[in-house]
């Protein structure tokens, strides 16, 4: 390559940079303009058909429909009018809204029953930049249902002290199941723990946005030598929320109190030698095929200060029905049908 061709290659590369750069800025304010625009529609419709008969509300929003859709395209048909309605009763607050979710990511929430599930969603996918496709992943998934899980079992919900979030709980970044089914295990008959653990490592992306914000990684299969036994932890991460280390253990079938004491040496190891000034303690993950809650509770004792859960992993997709029964939660409607 020439000294023009190297020169024109450099050059090419800043003005594209500079070219998605300012496009993905005009993306985001239309996508604003758009959510905001909708609010308002909502409110003034809302307003309009407060209190009167059902009839009167299909009147005005038919006329309203023609003559915006005339103007302004489909985009505000009747029932794109009646969901900017309900966009509105579900958040009433404008300055509430979230300039980085755009209205696809709106539709997506306002299905959402549960006003605490509906915040949490909107919060982590504010946070953490969820596409589309990963909001609905998270909400169809129960992700708020399973992080709530581990906090129903655990009564002391020690806190962190955080910067960001000063009332931040471990069990906010725990869930209980885990759902891996982009590891495609059920094609692999007779997986072993080494293909979960590579499964993670080659859709590292899917398992972080399943894992929840904050997380990062940081080493596979860990070597410890404590006076020339050598134990080695599968995965381990990093929480910058929680400033501290996430150990994780992969485990075939039913959790074992070996495993969960297995795990306890590691948290103490990391505690001991690993954590720096400023970190809290860290915590172990037994990831298992299947839980024994009276094994895990009787290995742990009542130490609350030790940050040690066992969480179950589904190798498939479940459907809403399986992950109630799961989470042994009512036969509820949590999310709204389209």
Request: proline share 2%; hydrophobic share 35%; net charge negative.
């Amino acid at each position: 390559m020439n000294e023009i061709e190297k020169v024109s290659q450099d050059i090419y590369g800043e003005i594209r940079r500079s070219i998605i750069h300012v496009q993905h800025k005009v993306q985001q304010t239309v996508n604003a303009g758009m959510v905001q625009i909708y609010w308002e529609v909502g409110q003034q419709l809302d307003k309009a058909c407060d209190g009167k008969q059902a009839e009167y509300g299909k009147g005005v929003l038919q006329q309203v429909s023609e003559k915006l859709t005339a103007e302004f395209g489909k985009a505000y048909s009747i029932r794109n009018l009646q969901m900017m309605r309900q966009f509105y009763l579900a958040f009433p607050n404008a300055n509430t809204l979230c300039s980085h979710l755009s209205w696809s990511h709106y539709r997506l929430l306002m299905r959402v029953n549960n006003i605490e599930a509906r915040t949490y969603y909107e919060k982590e996918c504010a946070a953490s930049r969820w596409s589309v496709r990963e909001l609905e992943r998270q909400i169809s998934t129960l992700a708020y249902q399973r992080t709530l899980s581990i906090q129903k079992e655990d009564q002391n919900l020690p806190q962190v002290a955080s910067k960001e979030e000063s009332d931040v709980a471990y069990t906010d970044f725990i869930r209980d199941p885990y759902v891996l089914e982009f590891l495609n295990l059920k094609s692999t008959p007779n997986f072993h723990e080494k293909d979960i653990e590579q499964g993670i490592i080659e859709h590292l992306k899917e398992f972080l946005l399943e894992l929840g914000r904050g997380f990062s990684f940081v080493a596979r299969q860990k070597h410890i030598d404590l006076d020339g036994d050598h134990f080695y932890i599968d995965l381990v991460f990093y929480n910058y929320i929680l400033k501290c280390f996430v150990l994780i253990d992969l485990k075939l079938g039913k959790v074992k109190h070996q495993d969960m004491g297995q795990m306890q040496m590691y948290v103490n190891y990391y505690k001991r030698n690993m954590k720096i000034d400023g970190d809290n303690d860290p915590i172990g993950i037994v990831l298992c095929a299947e839980k024994n809650e009276a094994v895990i509770k009787y290995t742990l004792g009542d130490d609350s200060n030790t940050q040690i859960y066992a969480s179950k992993y589904l190798s498939y997709m479940p459907t809403e029905e399986e992950l109630k029964k799961e989470l042994h939660l009512q036969e509820l409607p949590l999310v709204e049908e389209d």
